[in-house]
Nanobody, 124 residues
Framework: QVQLEESGGGLVQAGGSLRLSCAAS????????MAWFRQAPGKEREFVAA????????DLTDSVKGRFTISRDNTKNTVELQMNSLKPEDTAVYYC?????????????????WGPGIQVTVSS
């Protein structure tokens, strides 16, 4: 497992941008698939984006394609989520998650490491 902590959240107007970062500690980060999930009030946690251990493969949920980008830097043990053209419906707590083995998946139960989460609020 890796220890994870998110940063970069906050309040932004619709149409604006935010860049979330997740810092990881642990020797196995470079072999860990990483993902972002989010949970809006009263809703279940949902998949947003994932990137493979090498950074060569990524996956984005349809509602953020063309607006969000996921990337990672294995030399810095970080994974980032660049969020552009934000909408009020993007408002949620965003969680960074890690999965040993390196293969990406959208299944929440496949991720064993989680950050505490960070609030993103998009005002209309």
């Amino acid at each position: 497992q890796v220890q994870l902590e998110e940063s970069g959240g906050g309040l932004v107007q619709a149409g604006g941008s935010l860049r979330l970062s997740c810092a990881a500690s642990g020797r196995t980060f470079s072999k860990t698939a990483m993902a972002w999930f989010r949970q809006a009030p009263g809703k279940e946690r949902e998949f947003v984006a994932a990137v493979s251990w090498s950074g060569g493969y990524s996956d984005l949920t349809d509602s953020v394609k063309g607006r969000f980008t996921i990337s990672r830097d294995n030399t810095k043990n970080t994974v980032e989520l660049q969020m552009n053209s934000l909408k009020p419906e993007d408002t949620a707590v965003y969680y960074c998650a890690g999965r040993g083995g390196g293969i990406i998946t959208r299944t929440i139960t496949e991720y064993e490491s989680w950050g505490p989460g960070i609030q993103v609020t998009v005002s209309s």
